[in-house]
């Protein structure tokens, strides 16, 4: 590598300068991936990846382009600068784009305070191997599994740095360490699966691959016999491990780059009610040992909590400085970035208020409906909201569960949907989107 992070993007933002560039800003980013699968307690599969990737942006007026590449060498610096000069000359105007104004860039971040990088040594592949097995083990060892289809275990370390002509240079690192197991009852036609996982910033937090084996078991040993749901409209009970995706599309409908092309269910609901009173939405990028935080933004302004639904009502776009520009607004400091591309908006982490009530308080009081733990394919309307998704989980009658389910589709409309939205007080604390369990009411469901 020719020098360090911070060396890399200087030599970049020179050799931008140099090529005639009015401005630019550049990332450099050093990574480390270590992935072990295992089946029938044997060693399956083993990569490793590891290097440095670099990226430059480049602005001409109103003008951009970005260009990457994984070779750190002065003389692909100076090429890419020239080659991002010359595209840049031929791509069209825009008068969105820009760097931030010096006095919007974070001053006195802490991303030690964060605690995302966890010192510790690298696992050898040996442990690796070793925690998969254990958690294969585990999950056979529960009655009713009859295989397990695939067991990983991985760690990844990465180190990004961002700087532009600005004046704003900063970075930081993060760690993670997952294992993950899939198994499967019945045989033939009859198959089920289920699956369970943790991923930590830090290992010493990670849960014992015993503990992720058995879940991964007991949960697909409940799958077995699913059949089809009857059809009819019914209440829908997201559980925990899936809730997320439901309160994942608000997040898309409320992103900076949908809004300003009008393709979004929300783009005229700023100011609306679009969950029950009593709930919010709120972004918190400080949360330490949490994988979606980040001490500033790809545009070095500072990230900071804030309500995205407060009591109900939506009141803030997910914006970077140009899906503010076009808006007329100011940037939530929610740019995010790669090498290959310059900024968009996107928003990490993320709590909806819990309730006060048990996933099993609901099911309760849901009667007769839908469970559901697992979902597949999606048919979302970005413009108007329709929903359709095919699910699994399980038949609810008298407020217990009665039988497994499978192959069904939920559907109606995600703003009607999410105006029903009652939250149980389920949510795992250490995830990027703390999500409980969520009952809608009165979706329709295909089923027999």
């Known amino acids: 590598m020719a020098g360090t992070l911070p060396d ?15 401005a630019a800003d550049a990332i450099a980013v050093d990574g480390t991936s270590v992935s072990i699968d295992v089946l029938g ?18 602005i001409l007026g109103k003008r951009q382009a970005c260009v990457s590449a994984s070779d750190t060498s002065s003389r692909t610096i100076s090429e890419m600068a020239e080659r991002a000069v010359a595209m840049a000359r031929e791509a069209p105007a825009d008068p969105t784009v820009g760097l931030a104004a010096p006095e919007q860039l974070v001053e006195n971040w802490d991303a030690g305070a964060l605690d995302l990088y966890d010192s510790t040594d690298e696992p050898d ?25 695939a067991t990983s275990a991985g760690y990844g370390r990465r180190h990004v740095h961002l700087a532009a002509t600005n004046g704003f240079s900063g970075g930081y690192g993060r760690t993670d360490r997952a294992l993950s197991c899939v198994a499967i009852t019945g045989s033939g036609t009859d198959m089920e699966r289920d699956y369970f996982g943790d991923m930590r910033i830090h290992q010493s937090d ?46 898309q409908a409320i992103n900076g780059a949908a809004i300003a092309r009008g393709a979004s269910w929300l783009r005229d609901a700023m100011g609306e009610q679009v969950l029950p009173k009593g709930i919010s939405l709120t ?71 819990p309730g006060t009530q048990t996933r099993e308080d609901l099911m309760s009081d849901m009667g007769t409906g839908l469970l559901i733990t697992s979902m597949i394919g999606s048919s979302i309307n970005a413009t108007t909201g329709d929903y359709s998704r095919g699910a699994s989980g399980f038949w609810v009658e008298n407020g217990q569960i009665a039988y497994p389910v499978n192959e069904c589709t939920v559907a109606g409309n995600l703003r009607d949907m999410l105006l029903t939205l009652r939250p149980a007080n389920d949510a795992r604390q250490h995830l990027s989107r703390r999500v409980p369990s969520c009952l809608i009411e009165g979706l329709t469901i295909a089923g027999e």
């Open 8 to 22: 890399l993007t200087d030599q970049l933002l020179t050799a931008a300068r140099n090529a005639g560039a009015d």
């Open 206 to 251: 990670l849960m014992s691959p015993e503990e992720i084996g058995r879940i991964a078991g007991e949960r697909t040993a409940e799958r077995a016999g699913a059949r089809k749901p009857p059809t009819g409209s019914f209440p829908v009970l997201y559980d925990e491990r899936i809730s997320s995706s439901l309160i994942g599309h608000l997040v």
């Open 283 to 353: 972004e918190e990028p400080l949360r330490p040992r949490t994988s979606g935080s980040r001490p500033f933004d790809a545009e070095g302004l500072a990230t900071q909590n804030r309500n995205v639904v407060d009591d109900g009502v939506l009141t803030s776009w997910t914006l970077d400085l140009a899906t503010a520009r076009k808006l007329g607004l100011e940037s939530t400091g929610n740019a995010s970035r790669g090498p290959s591309a310059p900024p968009s908006p996107s928003l990490g982490n993320a709590t909806l208020t």
């Open 125 to 149: 592949p040996a442990v690796l191997q070793d925690d998969a097995a254990r958690a294969e083990a585990a999950a056979l060892a529960v009655d009713g599994v009859s295989q397990v289809q």
């Open 41 to 58: 307690g044997k060693l399956e599969h083993a990569e490793r990846s590891e290097g440095v990737e670099i990226g430059l942006r480049v």
